[in-house]
T-cell receptor
Framework: QQQVKQSPQSLIVQKGGISIINCAYE??????FPWYQQFPGKGPALLIA?????SEKKEGRFTISFNKSAKQFSLHIMDSQPGDSATYFC?????????FGSGTRLQVQP | GAGVSQSPSNKVTEKGKDVELRCDPI?????LYWYRQSLGQGLEFLIY??????PDKSGLPSDRFSAERTGGSVSTLTIQRTQQEDSAVYLC???WGYGGQMVAFFGQGTRLTVV
């Protein structure tokens, strides 16, 4: 049972463009929604996270938008840079157990 | 240590052999997770330890997989009678909670190759 659905599977964006990755969840008991960034050969690293009582959170070029009624959340990367090329995972947490989406491989072309 | 440490970083084993993968979490973290990541794939949950509570083993794919966490710190993931489909990167993460939120820190993983 896939509790967190992530799309697209892969994404190509030009430098300076906006990258958008979407996730949808099923379990309304989830209480924390982090995004992780993974570079090849490395473990995932926490990028940004949001709680369900907040509709948007921004940290630098990275913004999470959260729609509780639709059970959807998304990551926006503004002014995308080649150094942002990585795999991005959304996740949802319930009582500290993390469920991950399937990942989005982002490639930012110079 | 400063981060989550996993060993070995790479392991090649013959089909049918047993393997043990080790995870040293960040000191003070009460939660520890094991995930499996196949080439180019997402993160498959295996097992979750939280303090002294019974572990959540719901993600273990078969009874050949088991994990222990001794003294609330170091964890060992054991795979018995390895199969080629067990080849993957095994990731460990530990976490702490702040205000009800959970932040997980991952190790670099153990790349397991079963030949």
């Amino acid at each position: 049972q896939q509790q967190v659905k992530q799309s697209p599977q892969s994404l190509i964006v030009q430098k300076g463009g906006i990258s958008i990755i979407n996730c949808a969840y099923e379990n309304t008991a989830f209480d924390y929604f982090p995004w992780y960034q993974q570079f090849p050969g490395k473990g995932p690293a926490l990028l940004i996270a949001i709680r369900p009582d907040v509709s948007e959170k921004k940290e630098g070029r990275f913004t999470i938008s959260f729609n509780k009624s639709a059970k959807q959340f998304s990551l926006h990367i503004m002014d995308s840079q080649p150094g942002d090329s990585a795999t991005y995972f959304c996740a949802a947490s319930k009582r500290r157990a993390l469920t991950f989406g399937s990942g989005t491989r982002l490639q930012v072309q110079p | 240590g400063a981060g989550v440490s996993q060993s070995p970083s790479n392991k090649v084993t013959e089909k049918g052999k047993d393997v043990e993968l080790r995870c040293d979490p960040i000191s003070g973290h009460t939660a520890l997770y094991w995930y499996r990541q196949s080439l180019g794939q997402g993160l498959e949950f295996l097992i979750y330890f939280q303090g002294n509570s019974a572990p959540d083993k719901s993600g273990l794919p078969s009874d050949r997989f088991s994990a222990e966490r001794t003294g609330g710190s170091v964890s060992t993931l054991t795979i018995q009678r390895t199969q080629q489909e067990d080849s993957a990167v095994y990731l460990c993460a530990s976490s702490w909670g702040y205000g009800g939120q959970m932040v997980a820190f991952f190790g670099q993983g153990t790349r397991l190759t079963v030949v």
